[in-house]
T-cell receptor, first 117, second 111 residues
């Protein structure tokens, strides 16, 4: 089954304790991205990756890191989480077509709800 | 001003009603437009793309007005299962990262 898998789905942690949210897709997609979703603000892009070893900042990258060592995996790292990073996080992937752009159809993981105390 | 703006709702409509959502975008260079659907506590999923000439998919009709920079989604004969949040998504030309999501319009279809 084609899917994007995120782990953990739920996490409560404390300020400053480093954590990683994993994301894996089995569709051989080049493009992967991380979003956070907050009430009233919609989905905001954190980081994205066009392909292996190619990553770039989205709209709200502060406090986050990513890596893309393999095509299927795109982990999101919070080196020193703070309460304002409490949010619902989505990983997404898509194939690319025609060069730099994707098709517009993003396949999302089920989301990871993070609470930072 | 937000790049993509939607009326957050909520829209509460009876089963069988017709309901329409609008979405405005600020970047006139935007090239592609989509509607996504997000069920409560679930991930967003593509509902339909929006083509310049307008397009239909069953009970759903999407339209684009480039001059006024808005897109719309019309749902006819609403079903209980249509209850969800509908996200307007806009992509500008160029960089793949420029998929901008609206904050969504919440729809509840009542029995």
């Amino acid at each position: 089954e084609a899917q994007v898998t995120q782990n953990p789905r739920y996490l409560i942690t404390v300020t400053g304790k480093k954590l990683t949210v994993t994301c894996s897709q089995n569709m051989n997609h080049e493009y992967m991205s991380w979003y956070r979703q907050d009430p009233g603000l919609g989905l905001r892009q954190i980081y994205y990756s066009m392909n292996v070893e190619v990553t770039d900042k989205g709209d709200v990258p502060e406090g986050y890191k990513v890596s893309r060592k393999e095509k299927r995996n795109f982990p999101l790292i919070l080196e020193s989480p703070s309460p304002n990073q409490t949010s619902l996080y989505f990983c997404a992937s898509s194939r690319t077509s025609g060069g730099a752009t994707n098709t517009g159809e993003l396949f999302f993981g089920e989301g990871s709800r993070l609470t930072v105390l | 001003r937000k790049e993509v703006e939607q009326d957050p709702g909520p829209f509460n409509v009876p089963e069988g009603a017709t309901v329409a959502f609008n979405c405005t975008y600020s970047n006139s260079a935007s090239q592609s437009f989509f509607w996504y659907r997000q069920d409560c506590r679930k991930e967003p999923k593509l509902l339909m793309s929006v083509y310049s000439s307008g397009n239909e998919d069953g009970r759903f009709t999407a339209q684009l007005n480039r001059a006024s920079q808005y897109i719309s989604l019309l749902i006819r004969d609403s079903k209980l299962s249509d209850s969800a949040t509908y996200l307007c998504v806009v992509r500008s030309s160029g960089s793949a990262r420029q998929l901008t999501f609206g904050s969504g319009t919440q729809l509840t279809v009542l029995p």
